[in-house]
Nanobody
């Protein structure tokens, strides 16, 4: 069955960096686009970034453009989100997601940006 397991969240000061990882299994990873979403308290879940298959083309939310980088390692079945110049408003639970006939989500990893 499809499984997505996020890791790498934590507490970081404003201006700092974190790298999130999402380890995938149960499907042909290299054949599917992957996405990162986030949900802050009291807000709807929002799309942060997506990466397509082998060519690595990516798209970003305007709020993270130029600060976050999504990447994938098809040999490791893992998608990453490098987050730089973090701001307090980036505080949220971050989820990875894949659409394989239906939507699959990981359990999420908490990112808190605070001094």
């Amino acid at each position: 069955q499809v499984q997505l397991v996020e890791s790498g969240g934590g507490l970081v000061q404003p201006g700092g960096s974190l790298r999130l990882s999402c380890a995938a299994s149960g499907f042909t990873f290299s054949s599917y686009p992957m996405s990162w979403y986030r949900q802050a308290p009291g807000k709807e879940r929002e799309l942060v970034a997506s990466i397509f298959t082998n060519e690595g083309r990516a798209t970003y939310a305007r709020s993270v453009q130029g600060r976050f980088i999504i990447s994938r390692d098809n040999a490791k079945n893992t998608v990453y989100l490098q987050m730089n110049s973090l701001k307090p408003e980036d505080t949220a639970v971050y989820y990875c997601r894949v659409l394989v006939t239906i939507d699959y989500w990981g359990q999420g990893t908490q990112v808190t940006v605070s001094s």
